[in-house]
Nanobody
Framework: QVQLVESGGGLVQAGGSLRLSCSAS????????IGWFRQAPGKEREVVAA????????RYADSVKGRFIISRNDPKNTMDLQMNSLKPEDMAVYYC???????????WGQGSQVTVSS
């Protein structure tokens, strides 16, 4: 099993920045990829950014490219999402997730609210 605990998030004005962190514990050696999803009210959950557990490869949703940066801190088993130039449409609950197999995101954090005021 892998446990994921998120921190960060909160309220920010449009154009501002926030940082989310995710701490992984347990069978972290089973993790292939780790990333962030978000879900806004009335919308489906969508992937925001992901990174290989080794940290060698990143990918982003088109809507956040150039504004968000995902990174890994290997010794600490943590992953961060630096969110810059936030827009009201970025407002959502953000979830940390991990893949323990290539096929599915099987582990999830509890979610962290990000609110962007216009």
């Amino acid at each position: 099993q892998v446990q994921l605990v998120e921190s960060g998030g909160g309220l920010v004005q449009a154009g501002g920045s926030l940082r989310l962190s995710c701490s992984a514990s347990g069978r972290t050696f089973d993790i292939y990829d780790i990333g962030w999803f978000r879900q806004a009210p009335g919308k489906e959950r969508e992937v925001v950014a992901a990174i290989t557990w080794s940290g060698g490869s990143t990918r982003y949703a088109d809507s956040v490219k150039g504004r968000f940066i995902i990174s890994r801190n290997d010794p600490k088993n943590t992953m961060d999402l630096q969110m810059n130039s936030l827009k009201p449409e970025d407002m959502a609950v953000y979830y940390c997730a991990a893949k323990a197999s290539p096929a599915s995101w099987g582990y999830w954090g509890q979610g962290s609210q990000v609110t962007v005021s216009s």
